[in-house]
């Protein structure tokens, strides 16, 4: 494949319109349109020749940034690419990005194979060009034959670090709508009940299997049952501040309900009703020998001493022992139970949330 590398008049590229990606985050591409500001694009991009000039194949996200920062001329190489090649360079360039939602993953794979049959005529084929498994190719796809535009857009990235953007629904939450639920006012009712209520993880795919077993009731009063049923972590009186200030993000037990996983949602629990939903960030087993002053912090304390002191206030004198195992939940606090005024007005909780 010929190429050549050059500086090319910024005003003579046009954007690249295969790319897959259609929103482009405006906190990092401020960010990089600083950066070029200041010392000017490092990396090159890759462009194709057109009519009236070239095209980007690949640094859309540089080549947006360069404009934002009003420079005229930036670094090139030139190459020779077909539609097909710009498409899958795109969608393998793209395939593990975290910005890159499986929705606009799926639009690319059926542009592929809608458009170049011969190459990619299965979803096999085309996970072998592009390096994953069949299985991603379908479910990518699902969100695309399956969910209307709205409930599309409201699909996050699926990032490493797995945070959910106020506003969509994780990826695998997505899947699960599409192949349970056919009608598209009702998924999008579903998509939207679940961002409402903070509902993700393993409760949101349970809240979906459950409205798909029994399509007679409400979405509402699927959600309600399926919160009911909740798992339960017992948190004491000398925990809500704390929990509740977001300072206590850890609480460790001897054992904690195997029904209890990462990603779930459920119940802290101080006598009735509940005082909040809990978001399960993690579950991790630890030794109390091995806990640090970082772990004290995470338990609302100031340091290791006072944590220990008020193990042994909770679980009696002399239970500190090092080499004992306990389940180590970390959590964040999705909702706090509306009824839980009435429940701070009867145990007289005046350093609560005002």
Not at 143 to 161: D, F, G, N, Y
Not at 278 to 307: M, P, V, Y
């Amino acid at each position: 494949m010929s190429q050549s590398f050059k500086e090319i008049d910024l005003k003579k590229i046009k954007p690249n319109r295969l790319n897959p990606r259609e929103e482009f985050r405006k906190e990092p591409l401020d960010e990089l349109a600083d950066s070029i500001s200041q010392t000017g694009l490092i990396q090159p991009i890759v462009v194709r020749q057109v009519e009236k000039g070239y095209e980007v194949v690949v640094g859309e996200r540089r080549y947006r940034a360069s404009h934002q920062a009003g420079v005229e001329k930036i670094p090139a190489i030139v190459r020779n690419f077909t539609d097909d090649q710009v498409i899958e360079l795109n969608l393998i360039e793209n395939i593990h990005r975290e910005d890159l939602s499986a929705v606009e993953k799926g639009r690319t794979c059926l542009q592929l194979m809608e458009r170049f049959p011969e190459k990619y005529p299965s979803e096999e084929s085309l996970a072998n060009h592009v390096g994953v498994s069949p299985l991603t190719i379908r479910d990518w796809l699902k969100l695309i034959t399956s969910m209307t535009k709205k409930v599309q857009r409201m699909v996050a990235p699926e990032t490493i670090s797995r945070r959910v953007p106020e506003g969509k629904i994780e990826y695998t939450t997505a899947v699960r709508i599409a192949r349970k639920i056919k009608e598209p006012k009702k998924q999008l009712k579903v998509a939207q009940t679940l961002v409402r209520k903070g509902i993700r993880g393993t409760t949101a795919r349970q809240v979906v299997r459950e409205i798909a077993r029994k399509p007679e009731k409400s979405v509402e009063k699927i959600v309600e049952e399926v919160m009911e049923t909740q798992s339960k972590i017992p948190f004491r009186l000398c925990d809500i501040e704390t929990t509740l200030k977001g300072m206590k993000t850890q609480i460790s037990l001897e054992k904690v309900d195997s029904k209890i996983r990462k990603d779930s949602m459920v119940q802290a629990d101080l006598y009735e009703p509940r005082i909040a939903d809990i978001r399960i960030k993690d579950i991790l087993r630890k030794r109390l020998g091995d806990f640090t002053d970082e772990d004290a912090k995470r338990e609302g304390e100031s340091n290791l001493e006072q944590f220990k002191k008020k193990w042994q206030i909770i679980n009696g004198k002399g239970s500190w022992d090092p080499n004992l195992r306990v389940d180590v939940v970390r959590f964040e606090v999705a909702k706090l139970n509306p009824k839980f005024d009435e429940l701070r007005r009867r145990l007289s909780i005046k350093f609560l949330l005002k």
